[in-house]
T-cell receptor, first 112, second 115 residues
Framework: KQEVTQIPAALSVPEGENLVLNCSFTDSAIYNLQWFRQDPGKGLTSLLLIQSSQREQTSGRLNASLDKSSGRSTLYIAASQPGDSATYLCAVPNQAGTALIFGKGTTLSVSS | EAGVAQSPRYKIIEKRQSVAFWCNPISGHATLYWYQQILGQGPKLLIQFQNNGVVDDSQLPKDRFSAERLKGVDSTLKIQPAKLEDSAVYLC?????????????FGPGTRLLVL
């Protein structure tokens, strides 16, 4: 059974710092991996989707990497800003492709 | 393009009462999902529809939860009777079709508190 784990559960950094969020999964037979952002009281917004054949994806200040063999993904945020404060979740599809399996998320707080 | 709409945004009920949530997906999206997100956890799929047919409801507590998607557009999720442990955010999502590569778009969620 696929399990997704995210560490740390919470992170506080001053504005301008570069930071890394970690995601691990137990079954390496994944088709892709997604990183989402969730703001309080709001739904989830997809940030990056990495295909199983890719090593990384970039969008602006965000860079996500994927190492299937070790069951790990990282989300790198460059030059963090207070507006980056949110909960970040990673997710992989289940074997049937009917659902996403999510980690518990990392809650990020960036102070000005 | 309008996003996924959900209502109500908040609901407070007492245990053993019933409650219903409504979702309107993005126009043209054939696949609709309901997720339950308990505080401090990631979302967990309750049910997936493809048009108006159920694809996966293996994690739906069918003794108290029910869902329908009439005409393949809007969907309602009902809980009857509610239990304390049903307190959670209920997220609706939609995608163009099924498949591993399809991006799911999420609504703002309905926050349910059962007292």
């Amino acid at each position: 059974k696929q399990e997704v784990t995210q560490i740390p559960a919470a992170l506080s950094v001053p504005e301008g710092e570069n930071l890394v969020l970690n995601c691990s999964f137990t079954d390496s037979a994944i088709y892709n991996l997604q990183w989402f952002r969730q703001d309080p009281g709001k739904g989830l917004t997809s940030l990056l989707l990495i295909q199983s054949s890719q090593r990384e994806q970039t969008s602006g200040r965000l860079n996500a990497s994927l190492d299937k063999s070790s069951g790990r993904s990282t989300l790198y945020i460059a030059a963090s800003q207070p507006g980056d404060s949110a909960t970040y979740l990673c997710a992989v599809p289940n074997q049937a492709g009917t659902a996403l399996i999510f980690g518990k998320g990392t809650t990020l707080s960036v102070s000005s | 393009e309008a996003g996924v709409a959900q209502s109500p945004r908040y609901k407070i009920i007492e245990k053993r009462q019933s409650v219903a949530f409504w979702c309107n997906p993005i126009s043209g999206h054939a696949t609709l999902y309901w997720y339950q997100q308990i505080l401090g956890q990631g979302p967990k799929l309750l049910i997936q529809f493809q048009n108006n047919g159920v694809v996966d409801d293996s994690q739906l507590p069918k003794d108290r939860f029910s869902a329908e998607r009439l005409k393949g557009v809007d969907s309602t999720l009902k809980i009857q009777p509610a239990k304390l442990e049903d307190s959670a955010v209920y997220l609706c999502a939609s995608s163009l079709s099924r498949g591993f590569q399809e991006t799911q778009y999420f609504g703002p969620g309905t926050r349910l508190l059962v007292l």
